[in-house]
């Protein structure tokens, strides 16, 4: 069992940025070499949507309405979801996903999810 622990959520102003963490805890260290993490968002009243994720060979996709404004690293049990650029349309709860199945990317197949953090962008 893995579990999935957020941070770095909060409120800024249009044009800001925030970084979000995501850190696995759970097996042994050796098994987190595996773990393909990415990251989804719900907005209110909305559907959740995938963002970004990173593969098991290191390859990156971004959701189009992210693309050039965030970026998504992994550093072994790991996730940053480095947020500039920020717009009010960005608003929603940000969650961590996992899993040792790889290849997802953006679909909502992950195993592991988190509690979430909440992202705030005021005009």
């Known amino acids: 069992q893995v579990q999935l622990q957020e941070s770095g959520g909060g409120s800024v102003q249009s044009g800001g940025s925030l970084s979000l963490s995501c850190v696995a805890s759970?097996?042994?260290?050796?098994?987190?070499?595996?773990?393909?993490m990415a990251w989804f968002r719900q907005a209110p009243g909305k559907e959740r949507e995938g963002v970004a994720a990173?593969?098991?060979?290191?390859s990156r996709t971004y959701a189009d309405f992210v693309k050039g404004r965030f970026t998504i690293s992994q550093d072994s049990h790991k996730s940053t979801l480095q947020m500039d650029s920020l717009e009010p349309a960005d608003t929603a709860m940000y969650f961590c996903?996992?899993?040792?199945?790889?290849?997802?990317?953006?679909?909502?197949?992950?195993?592991?999810w988190g509690q979430g953090t909440p992202v705030t962008v005021s005009s």
């Open positions: 996903a996992a899993d040792y199945i790889c290849g997802f990317e953006l679909s909502m197949g992950y195993q592991y």
């Open positions: 990173v593969d098991s060979d290191g």
């Open positions: 759970g097996p042994s260290s050796g098994y987190y070499e595996r773990l393909c």
